[in-house]
């Protein structure tokens, strides 16, 4: 059974980490120290102080510090949702249960994407998309994510162009923002600029909506689907501006 100190022997590096770096760690190590399915925090602190025969712990000194550390990761583990409390007088005592999310993410091996999901702010999305897309990617459903806030994009765009339900893709965002006669094209901008607007809603919705609209698509990368919706938000917040 690994221990707090054989995980990450250096205490320097241990109280260096911010919580939801060490919670990875911890997460692992409160699956590895269940006690009839239950884990207490003392179970891991022990390994700070360190086990006769087994483990030194942590310098006498510094303690303290991985004790606080320890207790942030535990702490952050429990406002995620990924640690609850046990039923009735084990739960008041301290006896916490790994929940159905901290199971999956121990399962699948997913915990640095879920953090990161959860990191993603929110109050960078347009409203529109903000709650059902956040939850999206909280969720590790990124593709999902990404298809919604481009088809909001789309919506948008018919709905303040007043276009009729037929109008659909990258041929709609041509319409809408062609450089001589569309309705959510700024006529006071330089004509290069209302084309590159142009091209910017096409190429947008042709890499981003269209592929999803017609087969199934794979986005591995986390990181990589939140910049993508925070395009969407970009351009929706465009469409507001030229209502």
Known sequence: MSTLTSKI??????????PEELAGVVLRLAHEHLQNGKIHL???VSDIHGTSGI??????????D???????AWNWLSVQGLLIPD???????????????????LADDSFNTYTRSVAFPKSLLHPSIADQV?????????????FKAFREVEVAVRKAGQFADTDIGTALMRKAFDKTVGPLSN????????????????????????PHSHRTI?????????????????????VDSRR
């Not at 956040?134 to 990404?146: C, K, L, N, Q, S």
């Not at 006529?187 to 269209?210: C, D």
Request: proline share 3%; charged share 20%.
């Open 134 to 146: 956040w939850i999206d990617i909280v969720r590790g459903d990124i593709e999902t994510a990404v």
């Open 218 to 238: 794979s986005i591995s990368d986390a990181t990589e689907a939140q910049e993508m919706v925070i395009l969407a938000s970009h351009l929706l917040r465009i």
């Open 187 to 210: 006529m006071q901008q330089p004509e290069a600029e209302r084309e590159a607007l142009a091209h910017l809603f096409a190429g947008a919705i042709g890499s981003y909506k269209n």
């Open 42 to 44: 003392q179970s891991l």
């Open 66 to 72: 991985a004790e606080l550390a320890l207790a942030e």
């Open 9 to 18: 022997p250096d205490v320097d590096v241990l109280v260096a980490l911010a």
């Open 87 to 105: 039923l009735g007088i084990n739960g008041n005592n301290g006896w916490m249960n790994l929940s159905r999310r901290a199971r999956t993410i």
């Open 55 to 64: 483990s030194d712990g942590y310098p006498q000194n510094r303690r303290q």
